[in-house]
């Protein structure tokens, strides 16, 4: 069976769209997923990192955040500068006057909370004990008797080769264009995501994954490099990000690295 495409949203910023706040108390749980598999639980990741209209707050973290160690009140600083700058009225969109700090700090605390393992103790409720799937993930880990937290990049294995595809395929799409450096999908094109940040990547591991996503589906991507200029290159006018979530599930990989 052909997996069900996930719903797709522009990766642009979009100024005008933005959001805080509306999440509540919401975390992501495990219970809440009929079978959690790792690749599914990374696509979700893609998908709520590069969401700006309705999960402006990851977006920011995962794309624009890039200080590896950090505390709560140093992330809130500089989401609020963010939203004072690029949200804000300058480009004609009050939305920064709409967000007052506790707010953006509130939706600070949860991602945090859907990304980090749970502390257990014998006070610690079992609500609060219960890790969301996203922490699986080794994104965000907080650092131990302190009050700071660590999300760097890294040598990591994940994301799947079928889901990182799809990512680049996807980035590709809404870009419209042909090539891009590797520099771009590192830092990211300005108004799109940064594929490295968002996977928090490092160079190396960058262009690792790409080498395997050009062998795992040929004739699709090729890496070459113009004037000292290291660049991805898409060899069809158009690709399905789909092929590549359909290679990972039908190799019958779930929770898999490739």
Do not use: C
């Amino acid at each position: 069976m052909a997996p069900i495409a996930p719903a797709r949203k522009p990766l642009e910023y979009r100024f005008d769209q933005a959001s805080f706040g509306r999440h509540q108390t919401f975390h992501l749980r495990y219970a809440w997923l009929t079978k959690g598999f790792q690749a599914t639980i990374w696509l979700i990741h893609w998908l709520l990192a590069t969401n700006g209209a309705q999960a402006t707050v990851w977006r920011w973290f995962f794309n624009h955040f890039h200080q590896a160690e950090f505390s709560l009140p140093e992330a809130g600083t500089a989401l609020t500068r963010f939203v004072q700058e690029r949200l804000g009225n300058p480009l004609g969109n009050p939305l920064g006057t709409r967000a007052p700090p506790k707010t953006m700090v509130n939706d600070l605390r949860i991602l945090l909370r859907m990304y980090e393992p749970s502390a257990v103790g014998p006070r610690v409720p079992l609500e609060d004990a219960l890790d969301s799937p996203l922490s699986i993930l080794g994104l965000v880990r907080p650092l131990p008797e302190t009050h700071r937290h660590r999300s760097a990049a890294e040598e990591r294995d994940g994301p799947p080769d079928g889901v990182f595809g799809y990512a680049v395929a996807d980035l590709f799409d809404q870009i419209g264009l042909r090539t891009l450096p590797i520099a771009e999908l590192m830092y990211g094109r300005p108004g799109f995501p940064a594929l490295g940040a968002v996977f928090r990547l490092t160079e190396n591991a960058l262009v690792t994954k790409l080498e395997r996503i050009i062998r795992r589906l040929p004739g699709r991507f090729t890496l070459r490099e113009q004037a000292g200029v290291h660049q991805l290159y898409s060899l069809r006018d158009a690709i399905d990000p789909m092929d590549y979530l359909g290679s990972h599930y039908r190799a019958g990989q779930p929770g898999g690295t490739r």
